[in-house]
């Protein structure tokens, strides 16, 4: 579970605690979800020898009050009310815990609520989607009247293969559900994407059996 507002981070960690098993079994990291796009222009390595982040970072809200989903700014001079947390993409997270979900292909549904930064998240997952061995067999995604919002319908439906799709809000199935018809928030909707009928039920034996071994 990744969530860049260390606000919202450490309700999220509290949820997990209270919550019997939940944190040995959900890992939370304190990291903006992004693409190998930040990565353009950054040398050297990730770390310093004392395991400092070196790497890409983005200023996000300190609190989870104030307004999340703004353009901010990237590197370490943040404004007061915001604080520099590092840009990791979700490969590298899901790469990380690889033998914990069996190489990934554990991973039955994947969801995205980040404030108009969904696409950049989605970019930075390419690995995980374009396998066939990986990929969640549901994604669950929120998304906005937005040309990234639109860039992210795009790069689901026709690069990673999930055809079908509906605006959990307003109940509308495929093209007709975009833009969104802000049943719920205005100019925003909740959906879901799912890949073909024997794709899905491919995708849901092979969950299974990953869970049981």
Request: proline share 7%; hydrophobic share 35%; net charge negative.
């Amino acid at each position: 579970a990744v969530e860049a507002t260390p606000a919202i981070y450490q309700k999220m960690l509290q949820n997990f605690a209270s919550n019997e098993g939940l944190a040995e079994r959900v890992y939370g990291y304190n990291v903006a979800a992004g693409s190998p796009n930040a990565y353009t222009g950054h040398t050297g390595p990730l770390f310093d020898a004392n395991d400092a982040w070196k790497g890409p970072t983005m200023c996000v809200p300190r609190e989870d009050k104030e307004v999340v989903g703004q353009i901010a700014s990237k590197g370490g001079n943040c404004p007061e009310h915001e604080v520099s947390v590092p840009i990791i993409t979700p490969d590298s997270i899901i790469e990380d815990f690889s033998p914990m979900i069996n190489g990934g292909a554990g991973l039955f549904f994947a969801k995205l609520d980040i404030e108009g930064s969904e696409y950049e998240a989605l970019m930075g997952m390419r690995a995980v989607f374009t396998d066939p061995q990986t990929r969640p067999c549901y994604v669950y995604v929120d998304l906005q009247n937005s040309p990234d919002s639109e860039k992210a319908m795009r790069l689901l439906q026709h690069e990673y293969g999930y055809s079908n799709f509906m605006d959990l809000d307003s109940g509308l199935i495929g093209n007709d559900s975009f833009p969104p018809k802000g049943s719920q928030w205005q100019n925003a909707g909740n959906y879901e994407f799912w890949l073909n009928e024997s794709d899905v039920l491919a995708c849901a034996e092979r969950v299974q059996q990953a869970s049981c071994t």
